[in-house]
Protein backbone atom coordinates (compact mmCIF):
# COMPACT_ATOMS: atom_id res chain seq x y z
CA UNK A 1 0.00 0.00 0.00
CA UNK A 2 1.09 3.73 -0.92
CA UNK A 3 0.27 7.05 -0.25
CA UNK A 4 0.56 9.49 -2.52
CA UNK A 5 -0.66 12.04 -5.58
CA UNK A 6 0.18 10.18 -8.86
CA UNK A 7 -3.13 10.32 -10.85
CA UNK A 8 -1.32 8.34 -13.53
CA UNK A 9 -0.92 5.12 -10.95
CA UNK A 10 -5.13 5.89 -9.85
CA UNK A 11 -5.70 5.77 -13.35
CA UNK A 12 -4.22 2.41 -13.89
CA UNK A 13 -5.36 0.92 -11.00
CA UNK A 14 -9.05 1.72 -11.63
CA UNK A 15 -8.73 0.91 -15.49
CA UNK A 16 -7.16 -2.86 -13.87
CA UNK A 17 -10.91 -2.79 -11.61
CA UNK A 18 -8.73 -2.03 -8.52
CA UNK A 19 -9.96 -0.31 -5.53
CA UNK A 20 -8.32 2.91 -4.17
CA UNK A 21 -8.09 5.58 -1.48
CA UNK A 22 -9.54 8.71 -2.98
CA UNK A 23 -10.10 12.23 -1.26
CA UNK A 24 -12.85 14.48 -0.92
CA UNK A 25 -13.66 17.82 0.96
CA UNK A 26 -15.93 15.64 3.13
CA UNK A 27 -14.38 12.45 3.92
CA UNK A 28 -11.85 10.06 2.00
CA UNK A 29 -13.60 7.17 -0.22
CA UNK A 30 -12.84 3.91 -1.69
CA UNK A 31 -13.25 4.21 -4.77
CA UNK A 32 -13.88 2.04 -7.76
CA UNK A 33 -15.17 2.10 -11.41
CA UNK A 34 -18.99 2.24 -10.99
CA UNK A 35 -19.52 0.34 -14.29
CA UNK A 36 -17.85 -2.70 -13.77
CA UNK A 37 -19.29 -5.14 -10.85
CA UNK A 38 -15.85 -6.69 -10.31
CA UNK A 39 -14.83 -3.06 -9.17
CA UNK A 40 -17.76 -2.65 -7.31
CA UNK A 41 -17.82 -5.66 -5.41
CA UNK A 42 -14.13 -5.08 -4.06
CA UNK A 43 -15.21 -2.10 -2.75
CA UNK A 44 -18.05 -4.22 -0.16
CA UNK A 45 -15.10 -6.74 0.39
CA UNK A 46 -12.36 -4.22 1.64
CA UNK A 47 -15.10 -2.65 3.58
CA UNK A 48 -16.84 -5.83 4.83
CA UNK A 49 -20.09 -3.84 3.73
CA UNK A 50 -23.46 -5.29 3.85
CA UNK A 51 -24.54 -5.35 0.30
CA UNK A 52 -27.78 -4.31 0.85
CA UNK A 53 -26.23 -0.53 1.67
CA UNK A 54 -25.97 1.42 -1.63
CA UNK A 55 -23.12 3.17 -3.26
CA UNK A 56 -22.56 6.96 -3.76
CA UNK A 57 -21.41 7.90 -7.35
CA UNK A 58 -18.98 10.72 -8.07
CA UNK A 59 -18.58 12.08 -11.37
CA UNK A 60 -17.40 15.17 -11.93
CA UNK A 61 -19.69 17.01 -14.93
CA UNK A 62 -23.52 17.63 -14.88
CA UNK A 63 -23.18 15.97 -18.55
CA UNK A 64 -21.64 13.81 -16.91
CA UNK A 65 -24.41 12.76 -14.62
CA UNK A 66 -27.13 12.77 -17.36
CA UNK A 67 -25.10 10.36 -19.16
CA UNK A 68 -26.09 7.34 -16.27
CA UNK A 69 -29.68 8.65 -15.23
CA UNK A 70 -33.11 8.80 -16.75
CA UNK A 71 -33.91 11.94 -15.41
CA UNK A 72 -32.92 15.27 -12.91
CA UNK A 73 -35.97 17.29 -11.38
CA UNK A 74 -35.88 21.19 -12.00
CA UNK A 75 -35.48 21.25 -8.35
CA UNK A 76 -32.45 18.83 -8.78
CA UNK A 77 -31.17 21.03 -11.44
CA UNK A 78 -31.41 24.18 -9.07
CA UNK A 79 -29.09 22.28 -6.25
CA UNK A 80 -26.65 21.12 -8.58
CA UNK A 81 -26.11 24.50 -10.15
CA UNK A 82 -25.92 25.87 -6.52
CA UNK A 83 -23.89 23.55 -4.56
CA UNK A 84 -21.77 21.53 -6.79
CA UNK A 85 -18.88 20.62 -7.15
CA UNK A 86 -19.66 20.10 -3.34
CA UNK A 87 -20.99 18.11 -0.37
CA UNK A 88 -24.38 17.61 -1.90
CA UNK A 89 -25.78 13.93 -3.06
CA UNK A 90 -28.85 13.09 -5.18
CA UNK A 91 -30.92 10.64 -5.38
CA UNK A 92 -31.79 10.22 -8.91
CA UNK A 93 -33.44 7.53 -11.39
CA UNK A 94 -30.24 6.04 -12.83
CA UNK A 95 -29.87 4.07 -15.99
CA UNK A 96 -29.23 0.50 -16.81
CA UNK A 97 -25.30 1.96 -17.01
CA UNK A 98 -25.26 1.56 -13.69
CA UNK A 99 -25.78 -1.51 -12.07
CA UNK A 100 -27.94 -3.20 -9.01
CA UNK A 101 -24.91 -3.75 -7.03
CA UNK A 102 -24.12 -0.32 -6.53
CA UNK A 103 -27.60 0.81 -5.43
CA UNK A 104 -28.55 -2.79 -3.68
CA UNK A 105 -30.98 -3.27 -6.68
CA UNK A 106 -33.04 0.56 -5.80
CA UNK A 107 -34.25 2.32 -9.14
CA UNK A 108 -32.21 4.99 -7.55
CA UNK A 109 -28.57 5.47 -7.70
CA UNK A 110 -26.65 8.33 -5.46
CA UNK A 111 -24.82 10.99 -7.34
CA UNK A 112 -22.18 13.95 -6.44
CA UNK A 113 -19.43 16.06 -7.84
CA UNK A 114 -16.79 16.19 -4.97
CA UNK A 115 -15.22 19.30 -4.16
CA UNK A 116 -11.65 18.62 -4.44
CA UNK A 117 -9.14 19.63 -6.90
CA UNK A 118 -6.84 16.41 -6.92
CA UNK A 119 -10.43 14.08 -7.23
CA UNK A 120 -11.75 16.43 -9.91
CA UNK A 121 -8.65 16.42 -12.19
CA UNK A 122 -8.75 12.51 -11.79
CA UNK A 123 -12.44 12.55 -12.77
CA UNK A 124 -12.13 14.66 -15.46
CA UNK A 125 -9.72 12.10 -17.50
CA UNK A 126 -12.01 9.05 -16.71
CA UNK A 127 -14.77 7.92 -19.05
CA UNK A 128 -16.67 6.45 -15.53
CA UNK A 129 -18.08 7.37 -13.12
CA UNK A 130 -16.64 6.34 -9.53
CA UNK A 131 -18.51 4.27 -6.25
CA UNK A 132 -16.85 5.83 -3.59
CA UNK A 133 -18.56 5.17 -0.13
CA UNK A 134 -16.36 6.11 3.06
CA UNK A 135 -13.18 4.70 3.14
CA UNK A 136 -13.20 2.94 6.08
CA UNK A 137 -14.29 -0.23 7.78
CA UNK A 138 -18.46 -0.58 7.71
CA UNK A 139 -19.22 1.08 10.72
CA UNK A 140 -15.95 2.42 12.18
CA UNK A 141 -15.38 6.48 11.88
CA UNK A 142 -14.85 7.82 8.49
CA UNK A 143 -11.10 8.75 7.60
CA UNK A 144 -10.39 12.29 6.83
CA UNK A 145 -6.94 12.11 6.58
CA UNK A 146 -5.23 9.17 4.01
CA UNK A 147 -3.22 7.44 7.32
CA UNK A 148 -6.50 7.08 8.64
CA UNK A 149 -7.71 5.11 5.87
CA UNK A 150 -4.16 3.41 5.70
CA UNK A 151 -4.97 2.53 9.49
CA UNK A 152 -8.30 0.81 8.97
CA UNK A 153 -8.03 -0.72 5.46
CA UNK A 154 -4.38 -1.53 5.31
CA UNK A 155 -3.41 -4.22 2.03
CA UNK A 156 -7.19 -3.77 1.30
CA UNK A 157 -5.97 -1.03 -1.07
CA UNK A 158 -2.76 -0.54 -2.80
CA UNK A 159 -2.96 2.98 -3.04
CA UNK A 160 -4.24 5.93 -1.29
CA UNK A 161 -4.12 9.58 -3.14
CA UNK A 162 -3.15 12.37 -0.94
CA UNK A 163 -5.46 14.87 -0.92
CA UNK A 164 -4.25 16.70 2.76
CA UNK A 165 -6.67 17.13 5.65
CA UNK A 166 -10.59 17.24 4.57
CA UNK A 167 -11.90 20.07 4.42
CA UNK A 168 -15.26 19.55 5.60
CA UNK A 169 -14.61 16.35 7.87
CA UNK A 170 -18.35 15.08 7.82
CA UNK A 171 -20.26 13.29 4.64
CA UNK A 172 -22.27 14.75 2.07
CA UNK A 173 -26.13 15.92 2.51
CA UNK A 174 -28.08 13.36 0.72
CA UNK A 175 -31.20 14.82 -1.00
CA UNK A 176 -34.41 12.80 -2.52
CA UNK A 177 -37.23 13.58 -4.33
CA UNK A 178 -40.48 12.18 -4.22
CA UNK A 179 -43.76 13.44 -6.62
CA UNK A 180 -42.88 17.51 -5.63
CA UNK A 181 -41.29 16.99 -1.96
CA UNK A 182 -37.40 17.39 -1.85
CA UNK A 183 -36.38 15.65 1.54
CA UNK A 184 -33.05 15.16 3.20
CA UNK A 185 -32.18 11.59 4.02
CA UNK A 186 -29.06 11.97 5.68
CA UNK A 187 -27.63 15.34 6.93
CA UNK A 188 -24.02 16.61 6.48
CA UNK A 189 -21.70 19.11 4.87
CA UNK A 190 -24.46 21.01 3.26
CA UNK A 191 -26.71 23.36 5.66
CA UNK A 192 -30.56 22.57 5.73
CA UNK A 193 -30.39 26.52 5.65
CA UNK A 194 -28.15 26.95 2.69
CA UNK A 195 -30.59 24.21 0.97
CA UNK A 196 -34.07 26.08 1.46
CA UNK A 197 -32.31 29.41 -0.01
CA UNK A 198 -32.09 28.19 -3.11
CA UNK A 199 -35.16 25.84 -3.26
CA UNK A 200 -37.34 26.77 -0.17
CA UNK A 201 -38.83 24.01 2.53
CA UNK A 202 -37.70 20.99 2.34
CA UNK A 203 -38.81 18.00 4.24
CA UNK A 204 -35.94 16.13 6.48
CA UNK A 205 -36.33 12.48 7.64
CA UNK A 206 -34.23 11.67 10.42
CA UNK A 207 -35.30 8.32 10.91
CA UNK A 208 -33.26 5.06 10.43
CA UNK A 209 -33.74 1.96 8.63
CA UNK A 210 -32.16 -1.87 8.68
CA UNK A 211 -32.27 -1.89 4.93
CA UNK A 212 -31.62 1.99 3.94
CA UNK A 213 -32.53 3.77 0.60
CA UNK A 214 -29.12 5.56 0.36
CA UNK A 215 -25.85 5.74 2.49
CA UNK A 216 -25.74 6.47 5.83
CA UNK A 217 -29.13 5.56 7.23
CA UNK A 218 -27.82 2.57 9.52
CA UNK A 219 -28.78 3.10 13.37
CA UNK A 220 -25.53 2.19 14.45
CA UNK A 221 -22.66 3.43 12.66
CA UNK A 222 -19.17 5.56 12.64
CA UNK A 223 -18.96 3.81 16.00
CA UNK A 224 -15.16 4.28 18.03
CA UNK A 225 -14.47 0.85 19.48
CA UNK A 226 -14.37 2.14 23.03
CA UNK A 227 -17.86 2.57 24.43
CA UNK A 228 -19.46 5.93 23.20
CA UNK A 229 -21.82 7.53 25.03
CA UNK A 230 -23.69 11.18 23.95
CA UNK A 231 -25.83 13.33 26.74
CA UNK A 232 -25.03 15.71 29.04
CA UNK A 233 -20.87 15.37 30.08
CA UNK A 234 -21.10 16.95 33.39
CA UNK A 235 -23.73 13.97 35.05
CA UNK A 236 -22.13 11.21 33.00
CA UNK A 237 -18.68 12.02 34.37
CA UNK A 238 -19.97 10.70 37.66
CA UNK A 239 -22.04 7.45 36.04
CA UNK A 240 -18.28 5.83 35.56
CA UNK A 241 -16.34 5.76 38.64
CA UNK A 242 -12.94 4.24 38.42
CA UNK A 243 -12.65 4.35 35.45
CA UNK A 244 -10.28 5.39 32.45
CA UNK A 245 -12.69 8.72 30.81
CA UNK A 246 -11.95 10.71 27.72
CA UNK A 247 -14.19 13.20 26.69
CA UNK A 248 -14.78 14.95 23.15
CA UNK A 249 -16.63 18.34 23.96
CA UNK A 250 -17.84 21.00 21.55
CA UNK A 251 -15.84 23.77 23.49
CA UNK A 252 -15.73 23.23 27.18
CA UNK A 253 -12.57 22.18 27.84
CA UNK A 254 -12.57 18.87 30.55
CA UNK A 255 -9.37 17.89 33.13
CA UNK A 256 -10.41 16.69 36.30
CA UNK A 257 -11.48 13.49 36.31
CA UNK A 258 -10.77 12.27 33.16
CA UNK A 259 -7.52 11.05 31.36
CA UNK A 260 -7.63 13.19 28.06
CA UNK A 261 -10.10 15.74 26.33
CA UNK A 262 -10.48 16.67 23.28
CA UNK A 263 -12.06 19.99 22.17
CA UNK A 264 -14.08 20.04 19.37
CA UNK A 265 -14.03 23.64 18.53
CA UNK A 266 -13.01 26.08 21.55
CA UNK A 267 -14.44 29.30 19.62
CA UNK A 268 -17.89 27.55 18.77
CA UNK A 269 -17.81 27.39 15.38
CA UNK A 270 -19.39 24.64 13.64
CA UNK A 271 -17.78 24.63 10.82
CA UNK A 272 -14.46 23.51 12.92
CA UNK A 273 -16.50 21.31 14.67
CA UNK A 274 -17.44 19.07 11.78
CA UNK A 275 -14.08 19.00 10.36
CA UNK A 276 -12.77 17.71 12.98
CA UNK A 277 -15.20 15.60 14.33
CA UNK A 278 -14.26 12.03 12.88
CA UNK A 279 -10.12 13.34 13.27
CA UNK A 280 -10.96 13.66 16.77
CA UNK A 281 -12.99 10.68 17.43
CA UNK A 282 -10.51 8.34 15.81
CA UNK A 283 -7.72 10.43 17.75
CA UNK A 284 -9.18 9.60 21.04
CA UNK A 285 -10.33 5.87 20.26
CA UNK A 286 -6.29 4.80 19.86
CA UNK A 287 -6.23 5.34 23.71
CA UNK A 288 -6.50 3.70 26.36
CA UNK A 289 -9.45 4.31 27.54
CA UNK A 290 -12.74 2.61 29.00
CA UNK A 291 -15.07 5.44 27.84
CA UNK A 292 -15.46 8.31 25.49
CA UNK A 293 -18.21 11.04 26.61
CA UNK A 294 -19.39 13.08 24.06
CA UNK A 295 -22.11 15.54 23.74
CA UNK A 296 -24.55 17.03 21.17
CA UNK A 297 -23.49 20.89 19.38
CA UNK A 298 -26.00 23.22 18.66
CA UNK A 299 -28.68 21.51 15.94
CA UNK A 300 -28.60 24.06 13.07
CA UNK A 301 -26.02 24.54 10.43
CA UNK A 302 -23.50 22.01 9.98
CA UNK A 303 -24.26 21.05 13.71
CA UNK A 304 -27.39 18.91 12.24
CA UNK A 305 -24.92 16.82 9.91
CA UNK A 306 -22.33 16.48 13.53
CA UNK A 307 -25.05 15.17 15.94
CA UNK A 308 -26.30 12.78 13.72
CA UNK A 309 -23.31 11.30 13.57
CA UNK A 310 -22.59 10.95 17.23
CA UNK A 311 -25.83 9.60 17.27
CA UNK A 312 -24.79 6.78 14.97
CA UNK A 313 -21.81 6.69 16.78
CA UNK A 314 -23.35 5.81 19.99
CA UNK A 315 -26.65 3.75 19.30
CA UNK A 316 -25.47 0.66 20.27
CA UNK A 317 -24.88 2.13 23.97
CA UNK A 318 -27.14 4.92 24.12
CA UNK A 319 -29.84 2.89 22.63
CA UNK A 320 -31.62 6.41 21.35
CA UNK A 321 -33.95 6.69 18.16
Not at 192 to 202: A, F, K, Q
Not at 241 to 263: A, C, H, M, R
Amino acid sequence: MQIGKDINRAIELLNAKEVLGLPTETVYGLAANAFEDDAVLKIFQVKNRPSFNPLIIHTNSMDKVKSFVKSIPKKAHLLGEAFWPGPLTLLLPKSEKIGDLVTSGSPLVAVRIPNHPLTLDLLSQLNYPLAAPSANKFGSISPTIPEAVAGQLGDGVKYILDGGLCNIGIESTIIGFEDDKVIIYRTGGLSLEDIEEVIGTVQVNEKSHEKPLTSGMLKSHYAPSTPFYVGDIDKMLFQFPDKKIGVLSYQKNYSENVKTSFVLSPNGSLQETAKNLFNYMRLIDEIDLDVILAEYVPHHGLGRGVNDRLQRASYKYNKTE
